[in-house]
Structures are given as C-alpha cells and as structure tokens.
C-alpha cells in the first residue's frame, strides 16, 4: 500500500471519531488533515471546540504526524506546550509516543491518545489552572525524564550509557549481568533477546535521542 492509499483508509477510520476532520490533502513535502475536533465531557456534551491541522509526513508511519492548533486559541508559549508561532503542540517525546503505542501507529490512535489528550489538557488547565497530568520538562530534559523513568536512572550519563547498551555501541563482558537488570548473564540475555530491550521503541529514536544527549 503507498501512502496516499495508506492515509486515505486511515483517514476512514478517523472520520468515524472525528467527523468535523476534512479529507486529506496531499502537498509538496506532507499530507494534511485540517478541520476541527469537538471535545465531549464526560456526560457527553460538547466542552470545546479545537481548530487543527494534522500533518503527516510521507515518511509515515515510521515517523509521527506532527499537530498544530490553528485558531491561537493556545497561547503561543512552550509554558503551554506549543512550539511556535505556528501553533505546533508539544505532545510528548518521541521515545514515549512510539512506546504508549507499541510502535503500531496509525492515525487515529495516535491522535486519540495524544492529540485529543492534548486538547482536553489544555481545556482543562484554561478552566482549573492545572494540568490534569501534571507537567513534563520540554526538550532534551523530557527526553532524559521519560528514559529515567522507563529505565529506571537517576542522571542523564546513566541515561546515554543505557543507550549505548540497548544500541550495542557498548558492550558488556559475556559472563556478567545484563545491563537491564534481569539479573540474567549478559550473554543469554540482550545477546539473545536484543530486541526485547527496546521496549518498542525504534532503533532511530534511540540514535536521534542519544545524538542530543551527548
Ligand atoms: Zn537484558
């Protein structure tokens, strides 16, 4: 399947939840869904209205759709999760997008979770002065926060030398343990089970992450 044929059946899908989306349109350098998402409370009235833009770039689904709030309805200000003058949305890093969805995105998965999320937390900060799910760290110290918090670390050097392992660029003796902390011998773990140590995440995300961190 290509990818216009790709978005296309998705797009069906995501039409179903939110059918105020319009069909996708395929530009240049990305496809783009624009329309707008009505939040529904949790005795399903209308909350809220959002006006969005989903693009999707045509390296999808290896790499995520990026969300942008295009009414200025949040302020243009990181404090508030938006990126830029353009109204990019800070969903989250990388790493925990890829493993919340257990590197099986499409979508409208990926919009329910972490889009639709994120427009219900805005609303619900606008409206209380907290967010729901408390605060993350943006940039290169979310990204540290949520490898500490999956792993298990406390500092960004236990962070980048975790990585290290998982991408093989650094190596234990074969009889000892297993840098994960299975107490299994290095040898008949990650050497056997490579692949269980990525926790879903792709071996990309670890190398893009690991290049800010260094
Ligand atoms: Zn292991």
Excluded at 7 to 31: A, H, N, Q, R, T
């Amino acid at each position: 399947m290509d990818f216009k044929e790709l978005i296309l059946k998705e797009y069906e899908v995501l039409k179903d939840w939110y059918p105020k989306l319009e069909m996708p349109s395929f530009g240049k350098y990305y496809c783009s869904i624009k329309g707008v998402v009505d939040l529904i409370d949790i005795n399903g009235n209308k909350w809220d209205t959002y006006s969005i833009e989903i693009k999707i770039p045509p390296t999808y689904p290896k790499e995520i759709p990026i969300l942008l709030e295009t009414q200025g309805k949040i302020p243009r200000d990181i404090d508030w999760h938006i990126v830029n003058k353009e109204g990019i949305c800070c969903l989250g890093t990388d790493s925990k997008i890829y493993r919340e969805l257990q590197n099986k995105i499409t979508i409208e998965n990926w919009f329910k979770k972490f889009g639709y999320s994120f427009l219900a937390n805005h609303r619900y900060r606008a409206e209380t002065g907290k967010y729901a799910n408390g605060y993350y760290r943006h940039f290169n110290d979310g990204i540290v926060d949520d490898y500490k918090e999956l792993f298990r670390l406390n500092s960004k050097e236990e962070v980048v030398t975790y990585i290290k392992y998982i991408l093989g660029k650094k190596t234990k003796s074969l009889n000892t343990n297993c840098f994960c902390g299975s107490n299994k011998l290095y040898k008949r773990c990650y050497l056997l089970y490579k692949e269980k140590h990525f926790h879903n995440i792709p071996e990309f995300i670890y190398e893009k992450d690991l290049k800010k961190l260094q």
